[in-house]
């Protein structure tokens, strides 16, 4: 089976402009789940997503949104950006059901904003 | 509420060198753990995993066992390489939601 993919690897953007990332769950997987990691911060979690539904939330500002398709594909906005956003975007897929309860991480977005 | 949490690092050990790295986590239910490996520049790569009291979880030399009665899954490792410094994370994580510890960064010097 392929793996997470994420797209794109890296994006450079500046302070206000807008910014999607995508994330391309392994066949079958139907949760999806954000994660941002910064030095300072550590691993934070974002959202998650299953069923086109947001089903858990962190505690991240409302420029931070989501949205998951039918096929399960699920993409990433962040508004107005600001400098403090500058990190690695990671998501993270997951079947659901049985005792597969493990989360396979996509290899990130490295996000700087300038 | 549910949490995990792991030793600072980082760690600095020699090669060949035993590793220890704990983790202890808070939890209802009967949550699965896990050891997920970063490597930099990478995203995280699922290192080990246990579903159930008293599992051994193991992979590369490294493991873990799940122990219930003092809600720890340390990872061990009896003699680890150059090769092997990276981040480690400990995970717990069911059908509703995944907690992470903080990460313990190990360095292996030759």
């Known amino acids: 089976k392929a793996g997470v993919t994420q797209t794109p690897r890296y994006l450079i953007k500046t302070r206000g402009q807008q910014v999607t990332l995508s994330c391309s769950p392994i066949s079958g997987h139907r949760s999806v789940s954000w994660y941002q990691q910064t030095p300072g911060q550590g691993l934070q979690f974002l959202f998650e997503?299953?069923?086109?539904?947001?089903?858990n939330k962190g505690n991240f500002p409302g420029r931070f949104s989501g949205r998951q398709f039918s096929n399960s594909r699920s993409e990433m906005n962040v508004s107005t950006l600001e400098l403090g956003d500058s990190a690695l975007y990671l998501c993270?897929?997951?079947?659901?059901?049985?005792?597969?309860?493990?989360?396979?991480f996509g290899p990130g977005t490295r996000l700087t904003v300038l | 509420g549910d949490s995990v949490t792991q030793m600072e690092g980082p760690v600095t050990l020699s090669e060949e060198a035993f590793l220890t790295i704990n983790c202890t986590y808070t939890a209802t239910g009967y949550p699965s753990l896990f050891w997920y490996v970063q490597y930099p520049g990478e995203g995280l790569q699922l290192l080990l995993k246990a579903t159930k009291a008293d599992d051994k979880g193991s992979n590369k030399g490294f493991e873990a066992t799940y122990r219930k009665e003092t809600t720890s899954f340390h990872l061990e490792k009896g003699s680890v390489q150059v090769s092997d410094s990276a981040v480690y994370f400990c995970?717990?994580?069911?059908?509703?939601?995944?907690?992470f510890g903080s990460g313990t960064k190990l360095n292996v010097k030759p």
């Open positions: 997503y299953f069923s086109e539904t947001q089903r």
């Open positions: 995970a717990r994580g069911n059908f509703n939601k995944f907690y």
């Open positions: 993270a897929t997951q079947a659901l059901g049985g005792p597969e309860y493990t989360q396979y």
